[in-house]
């Protein structure tokens, strides 16, 4: 019995151990599938992500150069193979384009997509999308927007191949294409151009400068300041300089991107923001927008140094001092202009340069006095009911105070005649401020100059008619 045993404990054994290989063997093998299937879907994405990348740089540098021939009528899209230094020709394939239509991105349906761009082509636009933004999507993912008579790379309608200056700021996360000017003279003489801008291809020597700083405005109003960083070229040029402002280029008869490259500006300064309010006896303080953010000035306010935009909201373009309304007076006030550094703004809205070695930096926002407003109380003496006085043609009731805008007014009291009693009221004199005011003839009217809070006091005079 104990041979039985031991050989039965022995087959069980054996049958596992079967059971264990069957199992196992197969899922290490599905394991190592996994692996390398995750590798494989690893190196998928990242030469996905280095392709899409490499036909940004390549549009970017001209292979292909695209340029949207805007029309009223009819449009057109430009495929240009300006830059010969890709060999071979890159493809680049469009599966759609889409068009700006009424705020909505909408497919042009009259082409065949996909489009396989391998040398210079056009295509022809419907008019519908002739004259409005439009989106070029790429096979690997990349979207290349145009507005009418625009280009991506160095493109140029005149001839073949150009030259094409541009500038960036850079950023950890993200490249802004600022406000920027350059002075050149590519053309001959020394002109100003705003950025980006394209020139016709062509070789020689030519001199250009761009401003130390310039800045990009995102749609929340903050600004951000860039400070020259150096100059990137693509394509075949000679600089006698990439880390200055002003350059010399020596062009090759190539097509040539020169990139003037911005770093954020962030220097931290404080700003003394003063508000001027004429004739008050106490500033009203007044909310701004600096940079997106709202602050109530005048106040010392903490900003980094370069461009700022300054937003005066509309209700504080004519705006009411009531800090003296206990005294009887409101005043109201209407923006005029802000200055800094003697430099005006006349609108509400402006954007103003802050130079980071700046002192006490100050921007001051003026107000002119558009009228103020006086608390006046309106009364009679001896005059019977349902009696008004009239100011410049407005109503005022006896027995009630009214904010009244000063200056010069024609009182215009009523009257009043019974015809059975023969008895009239007329109003004899006004009284105001301790001064008696008389009718002025021809005109039956009381010139009152009203300049300070106090009492309007009519008075009526009762006079008995005789029946006739």
Same mark, same amino acid.
């Given at each position: 019995?104990?041979?039985?045993?031991?050989?039965?404990s022995?087959?069980a054994?054996?049958?596992?151990?079967?059971?264990l290989?069957?199992v196992?063997?197969p899922?290490?093998?599905?394991?190592?599938?996994?692996q390398?299937?995750?590798?494989?879907?690893?190196?998928?994405?990242?030469?996905?992500?280095?392709?899409?990348q490499?036909?940004?740089?390549a549009?970017?540098?001209?292979?292909?150069?695209?340029?949207?021939?805007?029309g009223?009528?009819?449009?057109?899209i430009?495929?240009?193979y300006?830059?010969?230094?890709?060999?071979?020709?890159?493809n680049?394939t469009?599966?759609?384009?889409?068009?700006?239509?009424?705020?909505?991105?909408?497919?042009?349906t009259?082409?065949?997509?996909?489009?396989?761009i391998?040398?210079t082509?056009?295509?022809?636009?419907?008019?519908?999308?002739?004259?409005?933004p439009?989106?070029?999507?790429?096979?690997?993912?990349?979207?290349?927007?145009?507005?009418?008579n625009?280009?991506?790379?160095?493109?140029?309608? @005149?001839?073949k191949?150009g $030259?094409? /200056?541009a500038?960036?700021?850079?950023?950890? =996360? *993200?490249?802004? #294409?600022?406000?920027?000017?350059?002075?050149?003279n590519?053309?001959?003489q020394f002109?100003?151009?705003?950025?980006?801008?394209?020139f016709?291809n062509?070789?020689?020597?030519?001199?250009?400068?761009?401003?130390?700083?310039?800045?990009?405005?995102l749609?929340?109003?903050?600004?951000i300041?860039?400070?020259?960083?150096?100059?990137?070229?693509?394509?075949?040029?000679i600089?006698?300089?990439?880390s200055?402002?002003g350059i010399?280029v020596?062009?090759?008869?190539?097509?040539?991107?020169?990139?003037?490259?911005?770093?954020?500006?962030?220097?931290?300064?404080?700003?003394?923001?003063q508000?001027?309010?004429?004739?008050a006896?106490?500033?009203?303080?007044?909310?701004?927008?600096i940079?997106g953010?709202?602050?109530?000035?005048?106040?010392?306010?903490r900003?980094? @140094?370069?461009?700022?935009s $300054?937003? /005066?909201p509309?209700?504080?373009?004519?705006? =009411? *001092?009531?800090? #003296?309304?206990s005294?009887g007076?409101?005043?109201?006030?209407?923006?005029?202009?802000s200055?800094?550094?003697?430099k005006?703004?006349?609108?509400?809205?402006?954007?103003?340069f802050i130079?980071p070695?700046?002192s006490?930096?100050?921007?001051?926002i003026?107000?002119?006095?558009?009228?103020?407003y006086?608390?006046i109380?309106?009364?009679?003496?001896?005059g019977?009911?349902?009696?008004?006085l009239h100011?410049?043609?407005?109503?005022?009731n006896?027995?009630?105070?009214?904010?009244?805008?000063?200056?010069?007014y024609?009182?215009?009291p009523?009257?009043?005649?019974?015809?059975?009693?023969?008895?009239?009221?007329?109003?004899?004199?006004?009284?105001?401020?301790?001064?008696?005011?008389?009718?002025?003839?021809?005109?039956?009217?009381f010139?009152i100059?009203?300049?300070?809070?106090?009492?309007?006091?009519?008075?009526y005079?009762?006079?008995?008619?005789?029946?006739?």
């Amino acid at each position: 019995m104990a041979k039985k045993k031991g050989l039965t404990s022995t087959i069980a054994l054996l049958i596992l151990i079967i059971v264990l290989l069957v199992v196992i063997v197969p899922f290490l093998m599905y394991l190592q599938y996994l692996q390398q299937s995750s590798q494989v879907s690893s190196a998928v994405v990242n030469n996905y992500a280095v392709l899409k990348q490499l036909q940004q740089s390549a549009v970017v540098s001209g292979h292909p150069a695209i340029y949207f021939e805007g029309g009223t009528v009819k449009g057109s899209i430009f495929f240009e193979y300006t830059n010969g230094t890709f060999v071979p020709p890159v493809n680049l394939t469009v599966i759609s384009i889409l068009y700006l239509n009424n705020g909505v991105w909408t497919n042009i349906t009259s082409f065949k997509y996909p489009i396989v761009i391998n040398q210079t082509a056009a295509l022809s636009l419907p008019p519908y999308a002739s004259n409005v933004p439009i989106v070029i999507v790429t096979s690997l993912g990349n979207i290349f927007y145009l507005t009418p008579n625009s280009s991506l790379g160095p493109y140029s309608p @005149a001839s073949k191949g150009g $030259v094409e /200056i541009a500038a960036q700021i850079y950023m950890k =996360n *993200n490249i802004y #294409s600022p406000i920027a000017n350059i002075s050149t003279n590519i053309t001959g003489q020394f002109k100003n151009y705003s950025l980006p801008i394209m020139f016709p291809n062509q070789t020689g020597t030519f001199a250009a400068k761009v401003p130390q700083y310039v800045y990009y405005e995102l749609p929340n109003g903050t600004v951000i300041t860039g400070i020259f960083h150096n100059w990137y070229v693509i394509g075949k040029a000679i600089l006698n300089s990439s880390s200055s402002e002003g350059i010399k280029v020596t062009l090759e008869g190539s097509s040539v991107v020169l990139i003037a490259n911005y770093t954020e500006l962030i220097v931290p300064i404080t700003l003394n923001v003063q508000v001027i309010e004429p004739n008050a006896p106490s500033i009203a303080p007044i909310t701004i927008e600096i940079n997106g953010q709202s602050y109530q000035v005048p106040a010392n306010i903490r900003v980094d @140094a370069g461009y700022i935009s $300054v937003y /005066i909201p509309q209700n504080y373009e004519l705006f =009411n *001092n009531t800090l #003296s309304e206990s005294n009887g007076y409101i005043y109201e006030y209407k923006y005029q202009y802000s200055e800094y550094q003697n430099k005006i703004y006349n609108i509400p809205s402006y954007i103003l340069f802050i130079s980071p070695t700046a002192s006490n930096p100050t921007l001051y926002i003026y107000y002119t006095e558009y009228a103020y407003y006086v608390y006046i109380t309106i009364n009679c003496v001896n005059g019977p009911g349902g009696m008004v006085l009239h100011l410049n043609g407005t109503q005022y009731n006896y027995g009630k105070s009214y904010w009244i805008m000063a200056g010069y007014y024609e009182a215009n009291p009523t009257g009043s005649f019974n015809s059975y009693s023969g008895l009239a009221y007329n109003p004899s004199y006004i009284t105001y401020l301790n001064e008696k005011i008389s009718l002025e003839p021809p005109l039956l009217v009381f010139p009152i100059d009203i300049t300070e809070p106090g009492t309007i006091t009519v008075y009526y005079t009762e006079v008995q008619y005789q029946p006739l």
